[in-house]
């Protein structure tokens, strides 16, 4: 009996206040949920936040996602979902080291990209023409969680999920939603560039210079130097940041994998290929409302707003399978 502790959220609350940094979210201060909804006994809001991320259908979907490379042959190249288990490791681990909210910044990684579209963000390029300015990936990852799958998640998961992206303003109101800002980055420019040399497109010689200085060797080292960088930034800062030089070197860095990996000749052919298949997909069910599946006919929203949550959602197999069901039928 006395070899375990049985610890109530009460408890639980009390020791974030004492073992947090000034600046930290606490759970108990959380500004609640769309629903009111009874408290646990044992579990702070933002764990029952990260529990039902975990178990929802948009974050099982997102095995098969792309993240870089569309349909890759190879078991080792990364989805969306081992995307964002990555993210939330480089997260937590940031959480920790600088006394944040770690199941707070676990539950706004985990969710980040549910409402992500398939084949990466070539998806977004697809939909953008059926909405006012650009279609992105964030807002739909706040609808997925609000409307589609409505899990009643707190206010400050929302935030961190709505404001994910550097280009979203303002940002994320929370130190925990900055943290995923840096995770994402980190842990993408890292993994992509294993990606591009499992492919063949690169390899270490040509990166540039200054990468190589600041970085070490593609894999752990950059990871680690890149988290070093906001650790020791933030510390000195008294907020979240990452060190001015690093955080210069990191942009070059993606403004490389853009050129090099993303948006490279092979890249942007089989890119509006893409394209081209998931509009076909929109404008058919925009033209064959009654072919969406069941659960997504009923709304009180208008139909283009249906056919985003229909297409935005599929797998990248799930699209090829609908594309070839409709446009190329045996």
């Known amino acids: 009996m006395g070899n375990l502790l049985k610890l109530t959220r009460e ?33 702070t809001c933002f764990e029952r936040d990260r529990d039902r991320i975990l178990h929802s259908k948009a974050f099982r979907r997102l095995k098969h996602k792309t993240q870089v490379f569309i349909n890759p042959e190879g078991d080792h190249f990364v989805t969306r979902l081992t995307h964002t288990l990555q993210v939330t490791q480089v997260g937590r681990s940031l959480a920790l080291v600088l006394g944040l909210n770690e199941p707070l910044t676990e539950a706004i990684c985990l969710a980040h990209e549910v409402g ?4 990466g963000h070539t998806g977004e390029v697809a939909l953008s023409p059926y909405v006012e300015g650009d279609w992105l990936h964030a807002e739909q990852s706040v609808r997925v969680l609000q409307v589609l799958e409505p899990l009643n998640l707190t206010w400050e998961v929302i935030d961190g999920v709505r404001s994910h992206t550097w280009k979203i303003e303002p940002g994320p109101a929370t130190p925990e939603g900055q943290l995923l800002r840096f995770a994402d980055r980190i842990a993408y420019l890292a993994h992509d560039f294993e990606d591009a040399a499992r492919a063949g497109i690169l390899g270490p010689d040509d990166l540039p210079e200054e990468t190589q200085r600041l970085f070490g060797d593609p894999g752990s080292a950059w990871i680690k130097r890149m988290i070093r960088a906001v650790i020791d930034e933030s510390y000195r800062r008294g907020e979240v940041a990452m060190e001015p030089e690093v955080l210069e070197a990191m942009h070059r860095l993606r403004d490389f994998m853009f050129e090099r990996v993303y948006l490279r000749p092979a890249a942007r052919e089989q890119n509006a290929k893409v394209v081209r298949m998931l509009r076909n997909l929109m404008d058919f069910y925009l033209e064959n409302p009654d072919e969406m599946p069941e659960s997504y006919r ?13 297409v935005a959602g599929m797998s990248d197999r799930y699209a090829l399978r609908a594309h070839d069901r409709f446009f190329r039928p045996r």
Do not use: C, K, M, W
């Open 11 to 43: 408890e639980r609350e009390a020791r974030e206040e004492s073992l947090l940094a000034p600046i930290a979210t606490r759970s108990a201060a959380s500004r609640g949920r769309q629903a009111d909804a009874e408290l646990d006994p044992h579990r």
């Open 116 to 119: 992500h579209a398939p084949f």
């Open 298 to 310: 009923h709304r009180n929203e208008p139909l283009v707003t249906q056919v985003i949550d229909v």
